[in-house]
């Protein structure tokens, strides 16, 4: 019973230090809602024997809990006939997510990225935003930060939660934006992206 109160990152130190057996016999025990936390923290080398003992159905659970972006990381740390199955067991959406994701060159920015975020237009009403993010919001992997994008989906700035909230209900987003964003291209390299980060 004290694993779960354990921190993902010692339960995966943890099970690193087991003999194989072991390691999945404890891993199968965790409750379901930390195993994809404590999964995404181990070696690629012990993630690989965990999805070999276990069932399909065990495998995808897994898979399916991780946000998108590990879920790409942890199949280029696959062999291919492994993230190959892995593939075939995710429901429709969710694999043309990751085939999408694992489409961009190896070290890209694309391989970083997460499908999950929020996205507004810029003619909505600050209280038609705000409706949006409480219905989409538990399925972002972040909210701090919306995305305005037009109708093809091209980023047109982004904005801080906070300014949404402080902002009339009656405004439209376009009132509220400054146009200056700092962007990058997914087909650019992860070095490029962290230079950027450091300089802004």
Known sequence: DFLPVWPAPDIADLLESLEAKDSIILFLLLPQGIKAAVFGELDPKKQEHLL??????????????????????????????????????????ER?????LLGYPANSVGRLMT??????????????TLKHIREQGSDAETIDMV???????????????????????????????????????AHQDQEQAVKII???
């Not at 043309?96 to 999408?100: C, M, S, T, V």
């Not at 405004?171 to 400054?178: A, F, P, T, Y």
Request: charged letters at 30%; aromatic letters at 6%; glycine letters at 2%.
């Open 52 to 93: 070999r003992q276990m069932s399909n159905e065990q495998a995808r659970d897994i898979i399916l809990e991780l946000p998108p972006d590990d879920r790409t990381e942890i199949f280029e740390g696959l062999p291919g006939s492994i993230t190959r199955k892995l593939l075939s067991l995710l429901p429709d959406e």
């Open 96 to 100: 043309r997510e990751a085939l999408q």
């Open 115 to 128: 499908p999950d975020y929020i996205a507004i237009q810029p003619n909505w009403t600050i209280s038609q």
């Open 147 to 185: 995305y305005v994008v037009d109708k093809k989906g091209h980023l047109l700035d982004d904005i801080r939660l906070r300014r949404l909230i402080l902002a009339e209900p009656s405004q439209r987003v376009e009132s509220i934006m400054d146009k200056e964003f700092i962007a990058i291209s």
């Open 198 to 200: 450091e300089r802004y």
